[in-house]
């Protein structure tokens, strides 16, 4: 079976997507659509911002989801049998897929971007990379910690993010070591994502996503809430308003893919993130990239 998805932030880079415009018709048309949208020429800074402006929440988040989408709208050979999205890439996944609108999924990650700016602002929040220890160990760490820290991303054996209160994260960091974490380094960005932290984000999203009509898709997604197969709209929409403080399931989803028949994970969208964590996650699996 084929599976198709779809990358998070961390995957831009100057230049993602000028191919696309040049090259497509349909892919100029969509991100010309894009630029009205949000208000702003956002190809202007995909095509020939520097790394800086493509860092902006409010640039980075549609940017890879334009990226993504627009990319799998112009491929001639997209039949997906099953998507997964990490984090934002879900957002993408649901627009691959059917659920949602380009328009719909634009505005609703456009929002997202900025409602999880805002709760960055209100509490100084951060994430964590911490490399060679066993999940139950991370997540004991985390629990005997003063303070919001939790799992966040379950990216592949070995290797999970933490996520909450600045001070929280870094006294875990130092927990982890005394552990035995080969690594647990703070990362580049905004706030602690996927924890309590997005908590007023969620709320602000949650609005959104209701008002917004999700169709049944041609699919299933595997969403990073639950890690297996949905196909209810109703129950999407549950999932990815909770998605904002639940931790990412990325591990467990592939797994499941796995044991369900996926045969082919094709990676769309910035960079090859997700097939080098699929490939760490079983040796066996066979990826490609869009």
């Not at 139950?136 to 999970?160: F, K, M, R, W």
Request: charged share 20%; hydrophobic share 45%; glycine share 8%.
């Amino acid at each position: 079976m084929k599976a198709y998805v779809f990358p998070g932030q961390g995957a831009q880079f100057t230049g993602m997507g000028k191919d696309l415009y040049e090259n497509s018709p349909l892919a100029k048309s969509l991100f010309e659509k894009a630029n009205e949208i949000l208000g702003f020429r956002i190809t202007d800074i995909m095509f020939d911002g520097t790394a800086e402006e493509l860092k902006e929440t409010k640039v980075t988040q549609p940017a890879i989801f334009l990226h993504s989408v627009i990319l799998a709208k112009t491929m001639e050979d997209f039949k997906p049998e099953m998507v997964a999205g990490h984090s934002l890439g879900e957002f993408s996944a649901l627009v691959a897929n059917g659920v949602l609108s380009f328009e719909d999924g634009l505005r609703l990650v456009s929002q997202r971007a900025l409602a999880m700016q805002k709760a960055c602002e209100i509490k100084p929040s951060t994430m964590a990379a911490v490399l060679g220890l066993a999940d139950t160990i991370v997540e004991e760490v985390c629990t005997s910690i003063d303070g919001i820290v939790v799992a966040a991303n379950y990216n592949c054996p070995g290797q999970l993010v933490i996520s909450g209160e600045t001070s929280a994260v870094e006294k875990a960091c130092e927990a982890m070591k005394e552990a035995g974490a080969k690594r647990a380094l703070l990362l580049p960005v905004g706030g602690g994502f996927h924890s309590p932290m997005m908590e007023p984000a969620r709320e602000e999203l949650a609005a959104a996503i209701e008002a917004t009509t999700f169709s049944t898709p041609i699919c299933p997604i595997y969403q990073n809430v639950t890690a297996t197969a949905v196909s209810d709209a109703t129950e999407i929409k549950k999932n990815l308003i909770i998605q904002l403080t639940a931790p990412v399931k990325w591990t467990q989803s592939v797994q499941q893919m796995i044991k369900d028949g996926a045969t082919l994970f094709t990676e769309v969208g910035p960079g090859k993130v997700l097939a080098g964590l699929i490939g760490k996650i079983d040796k066996e699996a066979v990826t490609a990239n869009a």
